[in-house]
């Protein structure tokens, strides 16, 4: 079937009974995950477009979860890797026995890491590299506790899902959990003390000193502080430099490690190669994954040499340090070291040029809420009214999906927030053209709250 475009207004995306057929069997063999209700079957991708098992041509505006930050389906550099790897070794139980290509491509990421940076653990996925983290954190501290903040997320398995503060669906008949306390993060728009930033005298960083690690745990039994440097699932919310930087304080006068949640956040995502740096602060510890492996699973743990190592048998995996994972991170690191200053500099302008078309769609629509963002990390937040900001959930889902029949695919976030997380190497048509239907759909609902 002939590739169908919607950016003119004129035809909507076709759900087609093959669409329908796919949906219906997936209903009755898949365990159910975390699928919204937009009928989404995509088939393949180029760069910014997707196309769907009917031909629907769509302009990505969620790089399949932050996982293509550079274009969908990523680069002929990166397939030749992926295909030159399987022919070779797929698998080669790393974790057992030894092989050169994990070892070279820890080399060259942690080139990518502040001096003093030199240990990787190899993992499938983010909330692995979240687990071990947390693992890890323990056993170099030899504490217990850590500290996350309500609104994060760092993943679904029992270690990380302690961490995870986000929504009680994904806690739910779980508990109990690990030894985690939770304290609020710095989310300006929605300030749990009723205060206004930059008057406010950082009181969440002073309310984490006076509660959680005075009244629920010593400072002297808290292993770590897992933080996202920009919330993801919680809403996309950019909490201020001094916040982050009051973290870095607490756990260096109390001898804690500081993680940085980068799995979302980081490589170039906003900007930076590592989030984190955004702040003027170093981590002692960073996870990553998502666009790590251009399209395949990879989950990176990288930790301070000063750190120290584990004992063998303490935490490993059958598939870390997959070959072919690996054949595809190291090309596409490659690609990224050799063009770094410009992906960082495009990433940041085209940030620049989409917040400013939000703003001022923030002043024509009472819908939108706050918009707020580093680079191409965006989100955009609804509500029902400027003056109450009671959050606009339902409003956010059918912009999402009136979005979505005229050719353009959003992910949700938060209770009531739009990610506009499109692939950093974006072209500015097509980056012009998703903000224009993004507007168009929130002009319509808007109709609906005005």
Not at 106 to 112: F, G, I, K, R, Y
Not at 419 to 441: K, N
Request: contains cysteine; glycine residues 8%.
């Amino acid at each position: 079937m002939a590739c169908l475009n919607y950016w003119d207004g004129s035809t909507r995306v076709n759900v087609t009974k093959k669409i329908s057929d796919i949906i219906a069997r997936d209903k009755k063999v898949i365990m159910t995950t975390t699928r919204s209700e937009i009928p989404f079957v995509p088939a393949k991708g180029d760069g910014d477009f997707i196309y769907d098992v009917s031909g629907n041509k769509f302009i990505d505006f969620s790089s399949f979860i932050a996982v293509y930050n550079l274009g969908v389906n990523s680069s002929k550099a990166v397939h030749n890797a992926i295909t030159s790897q399987a022919g070779r070794l797929m698998h080669s139980a790393f974790t057992d026995f030894y092989a050169e290509p994990p070892v070279r491509f820890a080399e060259n990421l942690l080139t990518m890491f502040p001096k003093g940076f030199g240990r990787v653990f190899y993992s499938n996925s983010g909330t692995e590299a979240n687990e071990a983290a947390l693992k890890f954190s323990k056993l170099f501290t030899k504490r217990q506790y850590v500290l996350s903040f309500y609104n994060s997320f760092h993943g679904r398995t029992y270690g990380s899902l302690s961490m995870t503060s986000s929504r009680t669906v994904q806690r739910e008949h779980f508990g109990p959990f690990n030894s985690a306390v939770h304290a609020p993060y710095a989310y300006c728009y929605r300030c749990p003390f009723g205060q206004e930033y930059p008057s406010c005298g950082m009181a969440c960083v002073d309310y984490i000193k006076k509660y959680p690690l005075s009244k629920d745990v010593s400072p002297k039994e808290v292993a770590a502080i897992f933080v996202e440097p920009i919330q993801g699932e919680g809403g996309y919310v950019v909490p201020p430099k001094e916040f982050i930087a009051g973290l870095r304080e607490i756990a260096s006068d109390n001898g804690m490690a500081l993680v940085s949640d980068e799995v979302q956040a980081g490589y170039l995502r906003a900007g930076k190669f590592l989030c984190m740096d955004n702040f003027g602060v170093e981590a002692d510890i960073y996870t990553m994954a998502k666009a790590v492996g251009a399209g395949l699973p990879i989950g990176v743990t990288v930790t301070r040499s000063s750190l120290g190592s584990i004992r063998a048998g303490a935490h490993a995996n059958t598939f870390g340090g997959n070959l072919v994972s690996i054949a595809a991170a190291e090309a596409q690191l490659t690609y990224v070291k050799n063009n770094l200053r410009h992906l960082e500099a495009e990433s940041r302008q085209k940030g620049r040029h989409a917040m400013k078309r939000l703003e001022e769609m923030k002043e024509r629509y009472e819908l939108i809420g706050d918009v707020r963002g580093i680079a191409l990390m965006i989100g955009m937040e609804l509500v029902k009214s400027k003056k109450t900001k009671e959050p606009a959930a339902s409003e956010r889902d059918r912009v999402i999906r009136q979005c979505f029949e005229n050719g353009l695919i959003l992910l949700p976030a938060g209770d009531s927030s739009i990610r506009i997380i499109p692939p950093i190497t974006v072209s500015q048509q097509s980056l012009d053209r998703g903000l224009s239907i993004l507007e168009e759909a929130i002009s319509s609902v808007n109709k609906s709250v005005g």
